[in-house]
Structures are given as C-alpha cells and as structure tokens.
C-alpha cells in the first residue's frame, strides 16, 4: 500500500499597504507559509518565507499570483481584501480570480485600493462597503471573537 501523500497549507499574511510588495528597500510584511499535514506526523510547518523571496524576476505581487497558478497546495488561505463572501464572489476557481486581479488596473501600486475591489465586486455597497462577512466570519462572531468584514 502506498502512503499517503501529504497535503500542503499555505498561509499568507497579505498587506495592504503597497510599499510592502517593493522588491527592495527592507519591505517585509508579507509572509507565505507553508505547512505540510502528513498522516504520521500530523502538522509540520516548512518554510515561512517574504513574498519578495518567491522565484523569478517579476514584481512580488506578480509573483505571489504564479506561485499560486503552480503550486500544488490543497487549501491557502489569504488574509487579503480580494477574498469577499460567497455572494460577491463571481469566479468559479482560485485561477479566475488570480486572472482578473491581474488584470486590473493600478498603476503605480501592485493592487487595487479596497474601496476599488467593493466597487467592482459588489456597487451596491460602494462606496463605503458595509459589514458583509463570510462564512467563516460568521463562524467566529457566534463563538465571540471580534473580527472585521473585508466588505
């Protein structure tokens, strides 16, 4: 019988704040981390990296989005503004959405403003936004954490 083959995490702590994504100047507040469940050892954290270490020559946020074309990972999850509840959310797969950021226009930033995203995703909230959460937002506003919307 063959073993299982492990499934890989990943974890990425997104930052909104642009000068994060410079591939210079010391940026360092975007992180990726990779966690790798196998059947005999349970959890094992393998790498923590900066999105700026990610292979390739392209900008960190360019290569953020083909690290997660290519990686073979069965879950991320991303602490991002681009991640709305169910309703909002157009695509069908995490490549649709990865293709449409891409092509969104923002220059000189890597990434729209979030008030951009809610103004695409859902106008009817726009300008503002308004609290909408997730699922897994409502998950821990019923257990009493306090967390916030990315509406």
Do not use: Y
């Amino acid at each position: 019988m063959c073993p299982a083959r492990p499934r890989i995490w990943l974890g990425i702590d997104f930052s909104g704040n642009h000068l994060q994504w410079r591939a210079t100047n010391g940026a360092r507040a975007v992180w990726i981390a990779t966690v790798v469940e196998e059947h005999r050892t349970g959890l094992r954290v393998t790498d923590v990296r900066r999105v700026q270490e990610l292979p390739g020559t392209a900008p960190p946020f360019a290569r953020l989005a083909q690290f997660l074309r290519e990686a073979p990972f069965a879950v991320a999850g991303i602490d991002a503004p681009f991640a709305p509840p169910a309703a909002h959310f157009p695509f069908t797969t995490r490549a649709a959405l990865i293709e449409w950021i891409m092509a969104l226009r923002c220059d000189p930033r890597p990434f729209p403003r979030g008030a951009e995203l809610v103004g695409l995703l859902a106008p009817d909230l726009a300008p503002r936004g308004r609290h909408v959460f997730r699922a897994t937002e409502r998950l821990w506003r019923a257990r009493g954490l306090n967390v916030r919307s990315v509406m």
